[in-house]
Each structure stands twice: as structure tokens, then as C-alpha cells.
């Protein structure tokens, strides 16, 4: 069984428990680590788990892997532990990882496993096999209700009260790098989309408060070498969290559960 240390026990890392109960993951949480000790407390209880709440220094110590789902700030602190340690990891809060490009070549060079999640996005595979020829523009369109976007910290700088809008609206145009700065909660998206194509100076991003949504959507355009591509993923939220897609938990679930398989057929290997 590969031992995860998971970092953030919210609403992701609660659904990662519930994967991981009802079985066929060969993995198991051997440390949780939470800002909030009530949280990681709540988990272990909820889910009857034998690990231990400890630091992250603990928890890379005692894992095999590790989890980040806590928030944007985490996201390079865990990362940079998962270097140190030589623990492969997957990181939720991508956002987090854009002013600090130099932490993925790092780990390549330790060859540690950063692992991406497409999050809340489909279309990531064709991105990335674009990519092997070019791509000259690639856009992202995010389009929310207003109650999914406020407290965001660009629409508070801009005194932009999403709740009261009518009508739809473009309420942030500009770089991915921009985006995750302006919605550091909503656009983990972005990055992962910038990170498989031109980067997130490249990456267009427009993101669009809709009175009238009830759904988080996802539009991707690109154009290159291999002609044109358009997706739109249109997400229910997380049973647990208005903010969060449902389908960001499940990217979670599927890269641990390649982690995971990952790491029994290496030690089937090496016995
Ligand atoms: N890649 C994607 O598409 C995608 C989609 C949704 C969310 N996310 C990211 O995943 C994160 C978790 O999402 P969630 O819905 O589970 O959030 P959540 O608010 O339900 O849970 C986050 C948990 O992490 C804890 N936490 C916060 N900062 C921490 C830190 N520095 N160290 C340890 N624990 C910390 C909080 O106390 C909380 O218990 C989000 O912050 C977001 O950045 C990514």
C-alpha cells in the first residue's frame, strides 16, 4: 500500500477518504496534516483512519506521497518538502505553483513526480499533444454564477459587487499569471491549462459572472499547427464546497489512483 501524506482536509481531501474507502486504490493515508488541527480531526474521525495528525516535515517523513489540497500558499511549501524529501506529490492548488516555475524543473531534476490534475478541465491531452507543433493562441473562458466568485481578491481591489449584476459580464480579462493573482481560489485552472500549452503569459484568460448560470463552465480555444480545438466542460459543484467543482475532486481521485498503481508495480518490480 503507498502511504499518503494528505495536506489539507477539506472538501478535496474529504473526497479523497470517500475514494479511497470504497476500495481499489492501493493506498492509504498515513498522516494528515491541516492549518486547522479541527479539521484533520474531523477526517480521522469521519473515516475511522489510523494516521496520525503531524507537521508536513512528519508527514513527508512517514508518506510515500504526498497530497496538496489546502490552497495556494501550500501549494509551493509542499512541493519544494516533496523535493527535499524525494516524495512524489500531486499538487490541486496549481495556481500556486506560477511564481515559482523553477520548483518543476527542480523536482524533474531530483526526479520527483510533480503530479498536475486537469482539475475541472477536459481537453488537456490534445493541448499537450498541440504543443509537439505549436500553439499560437489558447483562451480560456471561465464562466461562474456570482456567488461562486465573490471574495475574490481582484472584484473586492475593483469594487466589483458580482451579486448585483443582471446580466452576464466580463468581470477580468488578461494573462493566466494575472488570473491566478485576481482568483486565486476559482482559476487552478488556468494554470494547469497553461502549464500543458504556451504558459501563463500566452494563456488568455476572460472570466464571466453570470446571473443567469447555474453551472461552472470551462471554454477552451487553441490554434496551431494542428488546426483549431474548443471544449467546454460544464461542471456541477462539489456535493461539499459551491466553490469547487465535483470534477476537480475526481482528477484528484484518478491521478492517485495512477500514483498509486505507479508505485505497487514499482515495488513488484524491485522484489
Ligand atoms: N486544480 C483544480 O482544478 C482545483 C479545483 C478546486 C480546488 N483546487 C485547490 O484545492 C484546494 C483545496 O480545495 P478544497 O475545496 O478542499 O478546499 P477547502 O477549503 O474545503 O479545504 C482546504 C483545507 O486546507 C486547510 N489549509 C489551508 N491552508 C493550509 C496550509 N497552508 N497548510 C495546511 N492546511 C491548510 C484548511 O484549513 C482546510 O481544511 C483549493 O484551495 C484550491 O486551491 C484546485
Known amino acids: ?86 516524495t512524489d506529490c500531486l499538487i490541486m492548488s496549481v495556481g500556486g505553483l506560477m511564481a515559482h516555475p523553477e520548483i518543476l524543473e527542480k523536482a524533474a531534476a531530483a526526479n520527483v513526480q510533480v503530479r498536475i490534475p486537469s482539475g475541472a478541465l477536459c481537453g488537456l491531452d490534445g493541448i499537450r499533444a498541440a504543443m509537439e507543433a505549436g500553439l499560437h493562441q489558447v483562451t480560456l473562458t471561465t464562466r461562474k454564477p456570482p456567488k461562486g466568485l465573490t471574495g475574490a481578491p481582484y472584484l473586492v481591489e475593483q469594487g466589483i459587487d458580482v451579486l448585483a449584476l443582471t446580466e452576464p459580464t466580463v468581470v477580468f480579462e488578461g494573462n493566466a499569471l494575472e488570473a491566478v493573482k485576481a482568483f486565486p ?42 488546426g483549431r480545438l474548443q471544449t467546454t466542460t460544464v461542471n456541477l459543484p462539489s456535493p461539499r464546497n459551491a466553490k469547487s467543482s465535483y470534477l476537480a475532486s475526481l482528477s484528484a481521485v484518478a491521478e492517485l489512483r495512477a500514483a498509486a498503481e505507479a508505485f505497487a508495480s514499482r515495488k513488484r518490480a524491485a522484489q
Not at 497553461?194 to 490554434?223: C, F, M, W, Y
Open 1 to 86: 500500500m503507498m502511504r499518503i501524506g494528505l495536506v489539507g482536509c477539506g472538501n478535496i481531501g474529504a473526497d479523497i477518504c470517500i475514494a479511497l474507502q470504497r476500495g481499489g486504490i492501493p493506498a492509504e493515508i498515513a498522516a494528515l496534516v491541516d492549518l486547522d488541527p479541527e479539521r484533520a480531526a474531523l477526517v480521522k474521525r469521519s473515516f475511522q483512519l489510523a494516521a496520525e495528525i503531524v507537521s508536513l516535515d512528519e508527514a513527508a517523513e512517514r508518506a510515500d506521497f504526498l497530497i496538496e489540497c489546502a490552497g495556494s500558499a501550500a501549494a509551493p511549501v509542499v512541493a519544494e518538502k516533496a523535493i527535499e524529501t524525494g
Open 185 to 226: 481560489a476559482n482559476v487552478n485552472v488556468a494554470a494547469a491549462l497553461s502549464l500543458a500549452g504556451i504558459g501563463p503569459k500566452a494563456t488568455r484568460v476572460r472570466v464571466i459572472a453570470d446571473p443567469r448560470a447555474t453551472e461552472n463552465s470551462h471554454e477552451v480555444t487553441a490554434e496551431g499547427a494542428f
